[in-house]
């Protein structure tokens, strides 16, 4: 059996991920592509050890040990940045090895140079990671929709600007508000900036549109605005109207020009990317052949990243053993046919327009604003102003009908300039109407579906709202699910934990209490501190998970509290006698902080309290003391 040797720089959170999906899944690569795949050197200046998993692996601290190894095939590169990862994949494809990264910032700004080099010498580039984290979506662009002329992309591309508007969303918080809260929880880094102003979304596209269209595009040519002016008001007035707002990254092919935006979107209540919610990514693609093409997913993240870096690892390793090294072009097209950049000017955009105009009350005011619009060609659909006391400022909500971006640019000029006006005009986009295709007879993607089933629906439909949610109950799937269903929430709902129960086929007594409980991953530091990694041990098996309930059940001594398993993490624990009144917290929002104040209190200080268990992935110890366990931790964790 040939053996690939991989070298990898940077063993931060993406590095260990990789690692950890290589080493773990060795029995299962042999048996798919006949190699054996050996992560041979780690080059990190800061590790000090490596996991028992990696007993074979040398650890160093100077990259070249890794580059100018001879017997190195693959060099992967998880630093980030432009230097000196630049210098380290160039250096690697002189080398004649074949190279894998998740650098979107490099590849989106020196992806030409580096490809250009990497067909000189005949080597791979593998970026599987650097769009969309753990959705393959770089593969679905080079391989699956390789039959198809790409008519637009339109994606949710950065978790932490999707986590940020659904919380503002679902909860109402302000802006600052919800970033604070995403940097605590380890959503959002300490300079955010690259998130929240669009940056990152704009690398992705940049590297989406160069394969989608076979075009030199770079972070240069992407028209970028971020999230930071959306407010509260505007979510609801977007609700209100029938849209949910989404940063989007943007992209139509007209043929011999293509756009490039990335910008707060509206987007339809009952279009799918208006329901990706928390830190998921979804990405679109509409080919002419095809059509819609959806691929959604964790876009970030340890083991979701890591897991298409090793993608790409197995990819080449694959074509190395059958020597079929550039099978697949690396940006999709080959080399020769690769255009230059022919980008759509943005004052030529046109689409419907959402303002938010923030004026003193006056008469007239509306007669100046509408004067404006009116000068510069654009339509006003509707108008919207919340009740007030005259002479206070008032946003005022204005809705157009499609209208060109360098005439709106103009008017909000204009307006902003107005002795009335209090702060800057909000704008929003509503980007989701496709435009009319010459290859489709001057009708949109839509207009020229073949859509039997949505017809019928339309045509024997009533449109009604339903409030599946009661005032004062927390929004759910549970909640809303009994509604659905025609139990009134407001007799029938009282947790979570008994659906839970009765979907496993659990009957409750009337003195027992269910309590839903999560295996989850702690991570111990210095100073005894234990940071809480992730809500679901890892994503740990349903069968390995059943082992350690069954496990904890059997060590309790009183067996007045029964576990069940559940699927994966997801497990119930019913409490036999009357307890006292508790308040239970949901794991998943306490990603990232130190539970030291929990583990102490229901553990004690000393970390004896917790054995490794070698088998449990994702799972870092269990408790020798289970009744205190059970009848303590688990409560609180419910």
């Known amino acids: 059996m040939k053996t690939i040797d991989i070298g990898l720089i940077g063993y931060g959170t993406v590095g260990k991920g990789f690692a950890k999906a290589m080493a773990t899944q060795q029995d299962l690569l042999k048996k798919r592509t006949g190699g054996h795949f050996v992560l041979k050197r780690i080059a990190d200046t800061s590790a000090k050890s490596l996991p028992d998993f990696l007993q074979d692996t040398v650890l160093t601290k100077d990259a070249a040990d890794v580059l100018n190894d001879p017997e190195i095939d693959i060099v992967v590169e998880l630093i980030g940045g432009i230097e000196p990862a630049k210098t380290f994949l160039l250096q690697a494809i002189a080398n004649k090895k074949h190279v894998v990264t998740a650098n979107k910032a490099l590849l989106s700004t020196h992806g030409d140079e580096i490809f250009a080099q990497a067909a000189a010498h005949k080597v791979e580039v593998g970026f599987e990671a650097s769009v969309g984290g753990g959705i393959p979506v770089i593969k679905a662009l080079k391989e699956g929709l390789t039959a198809n002329t790409i008519l637009s992309i339109r994606g949710i591309m950065n978790g932490t600007a999707n986590y940020i508007l659904s919380t503002m969303t679902e909860e109402g ?81 007209h043929g011999n020009q293509v756009e490039a935006r990335v910008h707060p979107t509206m987007v339809p209540e009952n279009h799918m990317l208006a329901h990706i919610n928390g830190a998921f990514n979804a990405i679109q693609f509409t080919g002419n052949v095809v059509g819609d093409v959806l691929l959604y997913g964790q876009g970030a993240g340890m083991m979701p990243t890591g897991s298409a870096v090793a993608a790409d690892v ?46 003193v009350d006056r008469p007239g005011v509306l007669a100046k604003i509408t004067s404006v619009f009116a000068k510069h060609k654009i339509s006003v659909k509707s108008m919207l102003q919340k009740s007030h006391e005259q002479e206070e400022p008032v946003s005022i909500v204005v809705r157009s009908h499609k209208a060109l971006e360098s005439s709106v640019q103009m008017a909000i000029k204009e307006i902003d300039a107005l002795d009335v006006c209090t702060a800057p005009t909000v704008t929003i986009r509503d980007g989701m109407g496709d435009y009319p295709m010459a290859t489709l007879g001057g009708r949109t993607p839509l207009e020229a579906a073949h859509t039997p089933m949505m017809d019928m629906l339309c045509g024997r439909s009533k449109l009604l709202l339903s409030q599946t949610v009661p005032a004062g109950f927390p929004p759910g799937s549970d909640v809303a699910n009994l509604s659905l269903m025609g139990y009134d929430p407001e007799i029938y709902y009282t947790g979570r934990a008994p659906l839970e129960a009765a979907s496993m086929g659990v009957s409750l007594a009337r003195d027992e209490t269910a309590f839903r409980c999560n ?73 990232g902080e130190d539970i030291t104040t929990f583990r102490r209190q229901y553990l004690g200080h000393d970390r004896e309290n917790f054995r490794p268990i070698p088998s449990g992935p994702g799972v870092k110890g269990k408790c020798q003391k289970c009744q205190v366990f059970v009848s303590n931790l688990a409560l609180k964790a419910a």
């Open 519 to 591: 295996l989850v991953t702690l991570e111990f530091g210095e100073s005894e501190q234990a940071k809480m990694i992730d809500f679901s041990a890892d994503h740990i098996s349903t069968e390995e998970a059943a082992k350690l309930i069954y496990d904890l059940q059997g060590l309790q001594a009183d067996q007045s509290f029964q576990l069940y398993p559940g699927v994966s993490y997801r497990h119930l624990l019913i409490a036999k006698d009357p307890l006292p009144p508790l308040t239970t917290t949901p794991p998943h929002d306490h990603i």
């Open 173 to 253: 918080h302000a802006f600052d508000t919800v970033l604070r809260d995403a940097q605590e929880k380890g959503f959002a880094e300490a300079d955010p900036s690259y998130d929240i102003d669009g940056i990152d979304t704009a690398h992705k596209l940049a590297i989406l549109m160069t394969l989608a269209y076979g075009q030199k595009i770079t972070l240069d040519h992407v028209n970028i605005e971020g999230i930071s002016s959306i407010q509260p008001m505007d979510i609801d007035f977007a609700r209100q109207f029938g849209y949910r707002i989404k940063l989007l990254a943007i992209s139509h092919n």
């Open 314 to 359: 197995i990819d080449i390793g694959r074509n190395m053993l059958k020597n079929a090294e550039e099978r697949v072009p690396p940006l999709a097209v080959l080399p020769q046919h690769l255009k230059e950049a022919q980008i759509s000017p943005m004052g030529e955009l046109r689409c419907p327009y959402y303002f938010r105009i923030n004026v």
